[in-house]
């Protein structure tokens, strides 16, 4: 039994010359020990009659009229009253037979009115009631107790409270339960419902991006779902975008903020909330809370920014605001509400191909080889004069943000459609097309209107990166950013970038765009400033610093050699700058040093070891030791080198050929 909207607490207030309603929602640990009393009472009341049972003490319990009056009601989720079993009471009670083949309280009183038609011409005194009610009861072998329990046996107050679950309710439930319950009171009275909605909201961090194995749902995503909930529920809905300026070269892609109303048909006769219901649904449905655990769809409460309910009472219309603080009491699915990645990737794509392009760009976006780009599915929808464009992917990259769709040879009726939509997306310069070859004639309307790569079976992602390449190229751009002085006290004060940090400083997305940006720009003009490919942006008293510490450690290693695992374990403990280097990194960093030179016997023997000039100087530095001759501290420890064991090859086998005539 839920209660309606006029039971609940709330107050009125009138903002900018409207009215708005606040209701009374528990938050903070409001009203637990009220709670607790009442579900103790509720517990020490099952299997009694409703009889037993006073609302007037349940309501001293909590203290207040009105919110005694909904926890009740919040508590009939849990505790119902019910009328006991016929049969399994006259079985109790010893009756007969026939008083068993009765079936239900209503016949037994049929059979009371019958004997007393018979008997008392339709009319029973006062002080014949006795006297009649015993001759009954004798028939069904009952005392006449018993027999006017059962004829009220379906009557409210001789309801049997009982428990619907296991285990009784706790208070986090109740008011969880109660907080929800007062939120779809307001919308079951709402004429329509307006949302505000970051879009980026529903991105991944860029660090975790690449680790992936398949893209954030977006809130394109929840716009599918929208449509088509709110056809099936018969809700209309407006999508708008707020204004914004134009993007820049630097910083994060920012899409404007994305406004969302909700709202059913406009009759002239009929109340303007009589579609609240359908209204409250379709929140619940975006707002993905109370969903069966293991459900998961596309929720809207991730980028949820402000909203709002239009609410009728009393013959009036207020604005129910619904801010994030409000949102985060209602009860959560059984997975994180937040979890936007599905873990089969067959619900997230509409097509094999589109799931194996996101495979293959996550594959090399872990090996930082797509340019700097960041791949999301089905974010914000473009707007049209007549309806909504989905693009399957956003590609995000700095500021710049490119919608990619992969266009299909499915049916007439699907090519005609996705033309006659592309068509109103004529002149927006942020939109790439993906084309099969076998449809490159029927798309040739709208070929010319867009940047648009060609596949034949499997899209390539080095094709698509290619031709982002040449429309989008913003290289001269970047470095007009560039703030050479700040990058050079940069580099003099930490003494080394290593190569990956490079591309952030110097705006750079590819490897061959760093050396350029390193050349153009001057970065390493000034005679204390190198950099290297493979290795990044160094000061050179930082690289001097490094290379004495390091030799000095090698020319006391036995003959000046040392594995090379330790040689890189050295390395890394000479600098914090190093610690998280790459093995390779630390190679080139070595291969600066004219002293030192890596041997390779095998790729499982590597050691390193210092020229016979540097170590002929070391030697002569170091005071002889007594007992030890200075030919045995020049002479180098050589690998015994066994002979190869020549296998003895085998003479050929003999060849017999047989006899062809027989």
């Known amino acids: 039994m839920r209660f309606s909207l006029q039971d609940i607490r709330k107050s009125v207030q009138r903002r900018g010359g409207k009215l708005a309603v606040s209701l009374h929602f528990l938050r903070g640990g409001e009203c637990q020990d009220e709670i607790a009393r009442l579900v103790t009472y509720y517990e020490s009341l099952l299997g009694q009659p409703q009889r037993l049972f006073a609302q007037d003490e349940a309501r001293a319990i909590v203290g207040e009229y009105r919110l005694a009056y909904c926890l009740m009601a919040t508590l009939s989720h849990w505790y119902s009253w019910r009328s006991r079993a016929w049969n399994e009471t006259v079985a109790q009670m010893g009756g007969s037979e026939e008083l068993l083949a009765l079936g239900s309280p209503v016949q037994l009183r049929l059979s009371l009115y019958t004997h007393i038609n018979e008997h008392y011409h339709g009319f029973l005194g006062a002080e014949q009631r006795a006297q009649a009610l015993q001759l009954v009861a004798s028939r069904y072998a009952l005392s006449t107790g018993d027999l006017e329990y059962l004829l009220a046996l379906d009557s409210e107050d001789e309801a049997i409270l009982t428990r619907d679950a296991e285990l009784p309710p706790t208070v986090e439930e109740v008011t969880t339960l109660y907080n929800q319950w007062t939120f779809e009171a307001a919308l079951f009275n709402a004429s329509s419902v307006h949302f505000v909605i970051d879009v980026m909201a529903f991105n991944q961090a860029e660090n975790q991006q690449a680790v992936l194995q398949t893209p954030s749902a977006g809130v394109g995503a929840v716009i599918k779902r929208l449509c088509f909930l709110a056809r099936r529920l018969g809700v209309y809905y407006d999508l708008e975008y707020e204004q914004h300026s134009q993007p820049s070269l630097t910083g994060p892609a920012v899409p404007p903020l994305l406004h969302l109303t909700l709202y059913g048909p406009q009759e002239v006769t009929g109340a303007p909330q009589q579609y609240g219901l359908r209204l409250a649904r379709l929140c619940r449905f975006l707002l993905g809370y109370s969903q069966p655990s293991g459900v998961k769809k596309p929720q809207l409460t991730p980028g949820i920014v402000e909203a709002e309910a239009r609410v009728h009472f009393l013959q009036r219309a207020y604005t129910f605001a619904m801010d994030a603080k409000l949102l ?327 060849i017999v050929q047989g006899d062809l005539w027989g």
């Open 328 to 654: 985060q009491l209602l009860p959560r699915s059984g997975d994180s509400a937040r979890s936007q990645t599905f873990n089969d990737p067959s619900q997230l794509f509409d097509s094999s191909i589109e799931q194996n392009f996101s495979e293959a760009f996550f594959s090399l976006a872990r090996n930082h080889g797509v340019d700097g780009w960041q791949l999301e599915r089905e974010q914000e929808p473009l707007l049209l004069d007549k309806g909504i464009f989905l693009p399957d992917f956003a590609l995000t990259r700095g500021r710049r943000r490119i919608y990619f769709e992969i266009l299909g040879f499915w049916t007439p009726a699907y090519r005609e459609r996705k033309i006659q939509k592309l068509q109103y997306l004529r002149g927006r310069k942020d939109l790439v097309l993906a084309i099969p070859e076998e449809a490159r004639d029927a798309f040739s309307p709208i070929a010319a209107d867009f940047p648009v790569v060609y596949y034949q079976g499997q899209l390539s992602v080095m094709d698509v990166l290619q031709l982002l390449q040449e429309h989008y190229d913003d290289f001269a751009d970047r470095l007009k950013l560039l703030d050479v002085a700040q990058i050079q006290r940069q580099v003099q004060q930490q003494g080394f970038i290593a190569e990956r940090q490079c591309y952030p400083l110097l705006h750079c997305y590819r490897r061959s765009e760093l050396q350029q940006a390193v050349t153009v720009s001057g970065v390493s003009n000034s005679t204390d400033i190198t950099f290297v490919a493979g290795l990044g942006l160094y000061a050179q008293n930082w690289l001097a610093h490094v290379r004495q510490a390091f030799l000095s450690w090698l020319e006391k290693q036995p003959g000046g050699t040392a594995v090379w695992h330790e040689a890189l374990q050295e390395l890394r403990c000479l600098t914090p700058d190093l610690q998280q280097s790459e093995d390779a990194t630390l190679e080139t960093l070595v291969s600066l040093w004219d002293e030192v030179r890596i041997q390779r016997a095998s790729i499982f023997e590597v050691t390193i070891e210092l020229q016979a000039a540097r170590l002929e100087t070391a030697i002569h530095a170091t005071p002889p030791d007594t007992g030890i001759s200075s030919d045995k501290e020049l002479r180098r420890p050589v690998r015994e080198r066994r002979a190869a064991i020549k296998k003895r090859p085998l003479p050929p086998p003999e």
